[in-house]
């Protein structure tokens, strides 16, 4: 049969010289037309089956959808339509190295101190501290000596003085220091603001259950209330250029969250910087913490727990900041895969009345979802002071011991602007 | 005065009731007993896990872990393993397996445990001129020979000559 089949010689050597007049024939056509359409549609894999493939273009066709959506807030509306459970992320908590556990969630390096900047004296602000500090020391006395007041809920003490402190405080220094930074004139101060934000770090398999084996991403979300806010309506400058490299490293924890211990819970994804995105004020200049009594310090000494003051306060610094930071990214219509071209600085302040403490954030990447972290070397960049006191004591109707450090700091980061020519507020 | 009862381990019906002006309450030896396990999914390096009895609570355990082991203790999270009662022995009736309570306790100042490897792996191999060793070869050798010959590649000898 082998023999029955083989075809002729001859008919094989006409086929050769068939298909070598057809080559000839296809290069001239080539010569014509340098690039000739596809005759047939690209080969793409199924979109419904139940393959890695088909997984893969379904979530490339989802990327495309996000991409092409105009503006921040479809953007956000596309990647926050759809509800999973998710890590919810407390800035304020009692963990134990809750800092180095949230530096890893949000790829952060933590770098102690402030950068040059902010830490080095402004020129023109040496002449108005005196008045400054007589500002402070007024509220600090109205609410500490002045004003009388009932007996405090228990744990909710320093509540009661330092909450009005702040809220008398941050609209007098601005007021105070409106000639000497205009973005103050034009900013908004939000009282009790919410800030959100939602996003996807890492990766888990699923151990058990129907879904036993697949891969799903680690999905994160922080609600935090500062008491008081600054937005502005032009960014802060950069600290550090995007692309560079710091010694410190980001933490990486292999170990999985709920170890902490961090909980999931199953609600809308927000992502919320204090207003809605049309308004103006869209990006972010100070916030105002209180120490809440999570972060009690005698209660911690008394536990013999001392290094985890500090620890609290910077976790503080970086899950609030992160948020309002990334926040502000996504309403100019960032994402995890189209990431950031320029920095968003934001600054925070936190205090329980008597310490002071400053941080200042720089996000350079949003990428922190699995896929896009691969070829992704940025880090986002964390700076902060360790807390200081601001007075020793209050003796009647005098402070004793005011330290001048911490107004000085105070001043500057509320001067903190974009020194640029373009800006049209002078 | 402490009553202690069958199962003999102190809980809060046997501790004196205590009434304003009272001094604090002092307890010199207890009757719990803590287990130190090997943690079944992967813990931080600060955490050690136990198996404590059902009456302990976290303050007991810190209190304990201070007091008798000069241990420092940051933080206590306890959780109540409640066991199946479906097995049934040969008589067909519900067997229940013990409930027990865990505490994951994370340590202070920086501390880290690792639960040790108390059944490190044998070198299996025997001593040369053993008689384990004779007979390890013997089976291999059985084993070899019962192989089909490598040079046909795995075809079977359903074909060929």
Redesign the interface.
């Known amino acids: 049969m082998a023999a029955r089949s083989r075809w002729p010689l001859m008919r094989a050597v006409d086929l050769n010289a068939g298909s070598r007049r057809l080559g000839a024939g296809l290069g001239t056509e080539q010569a014509a037309t340098p690039t000739p359409t596809p005759r047939y549609p690209p080969v793409l894999p199924s979109r419904s089956a139940k393959s890695k493939s088909a997984q893969g273009r379904r979530v490339e066709e989802f990327f495309q959808q996000v991409h092409g959506a105009p503006g921040g807030a479809e953007k956000i509306r596309l990647l926050t339509r759809i509800q999973r459970p998710k890590y919810v992320v407390y800035p304020q908590t009692?963990?134990?190295?809750a800092d180095r556990w949230y530096q890893s969630f949000t790829k952060t390096a933590f770098v102690p101190g402030l950068p040059g900047r902010l830490a080095s004296a402004a020129p023109g602000a040496a002449l108005e501290l005196g008045q400054l500090r007589s500002l402070l020391c007024e509220a600090l006395l109205q609410e500490n000596f002045y004003v009388k007041r009932r007996r405090p809920f228990l744990y909710r003490e320093r509540e009661q003085t330092v909450l009005p402190l702040l809220g008398n405080l941050v609209p007098r220094l601005i007021s105070a220091l409106v000639e000497e930074n205009p973005l103050l004139g034009a900013s908004s101060l939000d009282y009790e603001p919410e800030v959100n934000f939602y996003w996807l770090r890492g990766e888990r398999t699923v151990p058990r259950g129907h879904r036993k084996g697949h891969v799903d991403p680690i999905r994160f979300q922080i609600d935090d209330k500062p008491y008081c806010q600054i937005r502005v309506p032009e960014q802060l400058p950069e600290l550090v250029p995007l692309e560079h490299s710091i010694p410190e490293d980001v933490p990486v924890?292999q170990?999985?969250p709920s170890?902490?211990?961090l909980f999931q819970r199953q609600y809308d994804n927000n992502i919320f910087i204090g207003s809605k995105i049309a308004d103006s004020s869209c990006y972010g200049h100070t916030q105002f913490h209180f120490a809440s009594d999570k972060l009690r310090r005698e209660k911690l000494i008394k536990?013999?727990?001392t290094?985890?003051i500090e620890v609290r306060l910077r976790a503080n610094g970086i899950a609030s900041l992160f948020a309002w930071t990334g926040a502000q990214a996504m309403y100019q219509g960032f994402w995890s895969e189209a990431d950031v071209t320029r920095p968003f600085v934001s600054q925070a302040v936190i205090t329980d009345g008597i310490y002071f403490s400053f941080f200042c954030y720089q996000l350079n990447t949003l990428a922190l979802s699995s896929g896009a972290d691969q070829q992704n070397h940025r880090k986002n960049i964390c700076w902060g002071t360790e807390s200081m006191r601001l007075y020793e004591d209050i003796e009647g109707d005098h402070v004793r011991g005011f330290n001048d450090e911490v107004l000085s700091l105070l001043v500057h980061f509320l001067l903190n602007r974009a020194e640029s020519k373009k800006s049209s507020i002078s | 005065m402490l009553h202690l009862e069958h199962n003999k381990s102190v809980n809060i019906h046997s501790y004196p009731l205590y009434q304003l002006g009272n001094p604090q309450l002092r307890i010199f030896r207890t009757n719990f007993f803590m287990t130190l396990v090997r943690p079944g999914r992967e813990q931080p390096e600060n955490t050690v896990q136990f198996r404590i009895p059902m009456e302990m609570t976290k303050f007991d355990v810190k209190n304990y872990l201070q007091s008798i082991y000069s241990v420092p203790v940051a933080a206590v999270r306890t959780r109540i393993q409640y066991c199946t009662n479906k097995k049934r022995n040969h008589k067909n009736q519900r067997v229940k397996r013990p409930d027990y309570k865990a505490a994951y306790v994370q340590l202070a100042q920086g501390q880290t445990f690792t639960f040790p490897d108390i059944f490190p792996q044998k070198d299996q191999t025997p001593e040369p001129g053993s008689v384990e060793e004779i007979q390890n070869k013997f089976l291999e050798d059985e084993k070899q020979k019962q192989k089909a010959d490598p040079r046909r590649g795995g075809v079977t000898d359903w074909f060929g000559l």
């Open positions: 009692l963990s134990i190295e924890i170990i999985e170890r902490l211990p536990d013999n727990l290094d985890q």
